[in-house]
């Protein structure tokens, strides 16, 4: 019971802050002062009293446990609404000038005030229908069960022409019973109940996180999908809330349909929440997709008991081992032979096929697909594929997308053309969510323990060579012909040799005889000092071939903006920033020396700094005139991930920077694909995807 009554006062909580939300910013509404009176009847004292009184408590300290419990849930409820209405709006990225909130539907009255504002649920809804005007609604019918009367939150929004419908279903999941309610002020209890949610948080499978991103709205999930959302309905709270709040609204459009309210062709978003206190699942629909909603209906409203559930996940298994059984060569013994795995202890299987339609990378290239993809003479796959690559490289598309699979050579075909270039010079820049990878870049370079090249010039960063150097600009470097530490306009260039010195370990340092201080916190930012390192070298002309490597992670939110901003120190000598553009003569001085500028972003769907990467390097590049030839470079915005399986993702994963980065990208399989494939598309320049 005391769960019970504390969701109540977070769904409370919640909506009043959603309420906050819409009064500070004046967003134009239909319910006026329809909640002030609901609002001005609750008393505290009075909820509070009631929740204790139902949990049978009669020790007062206890009691005033269950006051702290009761205001912090009303508390983090309100917080919750205040931020995810906010956030919500943001997404949608609607001019707050022009939305509207033609419907909002929520509950301060009955059991939500826990009986101390009792008053007739229908005049209640007679009053939360009045804001769509004078429409006939069959109370009875839309207060049952999975019904849209039911819903915690239920909102209809317009801007301009478009439409959205936001479905909420609340829930409190960290508190079960009057056990888990424990003094607040007690650092002990509160150390257990963090570590308690943290191990919460850390038992979810990466899998929760992801969402679906379908390319057509024709696309239908099964019937079938009844089966999984019922076998896995109890095991998730948040799962089960969302299945729950998408009846409502498969209900509330049903109705706004059947009220002319709404039309079939209205352009229109169905935006499904299941919220707990402790995590979000989420669904986006478009109408053409309604039928996962009457779905989460049907789930919804049966009466799933706990055999049935058991059965649901019976029959799911059974359908698994099916398909595994003829997925696999002798796959009904290897299928055995996984049911059969004891639960305790390491049990080896081992499983052998053949595939028959796989093409070897080192198999010689047909021909016909050569002269496809441009190509003469006879080649194997990883040959063939950075030979296309390489063609790419020298032509006029500034994009190149690299979509092959992972080691049929993507980058070691970049590195190998710049090898071959030397004598041109360029301008590598490799970013990578992975350090490890960003090392390995170097080590492509490399000859035994030396650059293949005197020429080569290596320069990286990480926060903790920043912090041993006082918080200085501060960069690593690798070249044959230079050897020790040095500083060039500002920028400390330690020989990466070196970096493994107890001098560049330890952040104290020795200002005086008889004086040691503290360093101090980091004041200059790994992005900050690459590009600081590599404006100098340009500038100075350190080297004409110059190899930079950084991780995604060096991209950061700041007040001003981003961290992105430190690309423009790259180009800062040739830059007239109160005229806005560039020095011709300049920028041509520099492509004699370097003429390849590429900038490499790898595996850019694995994290969403990748895509803030390539806007700010596509917006870098356009700023300073390097992408059309002007002042002689050559320029290519390369980005390699086996994820970005066609043009339509490459359109819609990275030509929005607010995009989700832990996202599957569900496309229907248009028969088998080829081993080798050159597509030309438009992308604001000229580019092409590589498979």
Known sequence: MIAEDLGRLFEVGFNIGILAYIRENNLKNNFDTLFERDLQELRFPQMHRRIVDRAKMVDASHRQTICKWSLFFLQKGFLCGL?????Y?????????????????CNFRGENSLGTYPQSEEEGFHSLLSQLGNVKVDIGRYQQKGEFLKADTLMLLRCRKKFRILSVDLSVFSVKSAEDIQDLDNVEILRRYLLREIKYLRSKSVFSQLSIDTEDLDFKFSPDLVRYFTAFKTKDKESAKLIQAGSYAYSF???????????????????VF??????????????????????????YKQENKKQEIDDARDIVWRKISRNATKSFINGRKFMQDLSSASGNGVTHITH??????????IANVPPELMAQVGLTGTMNLRDAHAASIGKALTAKENYLFLTGNPGIGKTTAIVEFLKQHMDEGFLFLYISPRIQVNRDIIEKFKQGDRL?????????????????NMGHCTVQYQTNLIQGEFTEKGVHFLDSDMIGREKYKLRLKQTMEDLIQDGGQRTRGVLSSVCDAIGTMVERGLSNNIIATVSVQSFKKTRNGDTLKHFNKIFRSVYNEREGSVNPAKMQAISQRIKHMFVMIDEITGDDSGVEFFSGISQLAGDYELMDGTHGFNTKIIVADASIVNSEVIRQHMG?????????????????????????FDYGAIARNFD
């Open 352 to 361: 052998q096929e053949k595939i028959t339609d796989f093409f070897n990378s």
């Open 656 to 680: 929005d920077r607010d995009v989700a980065p832990d996202k599957i990208f569900f496309r229907p399989a248009s028969g088998p694909g080829s081993p080798l494939s050159v597509e030309p």
């Open 253 to 271: 459009y049903q109705f706004l349909l059947s009220a002319k309210i709404l039309q079939a062709t209205d352009p229109l978003t169905l935006n």
């Open 89 to 105: 709006l943001e997404a949608a990225k609607w001019e707050l000038k022009k939305l509207e909130i033609l419907y909002f539907q």
């Open 452 to 468: 293949c090249d005197d020429r080569l010039f290596c320069v990286n960063s990480n926060s903790d060579i920043i912090k041993s």
């Open 274 to 299: 299941g919220y707990s206190d402790r995590g979000v699942s989420a669904m986006s629909l478009h109408p053409d997709q309604i039928d996962i909603l009457q779905t989460c209906a049907h789930i």
């Open 83 to 87: 931020n995810f209405f906010r956030e």
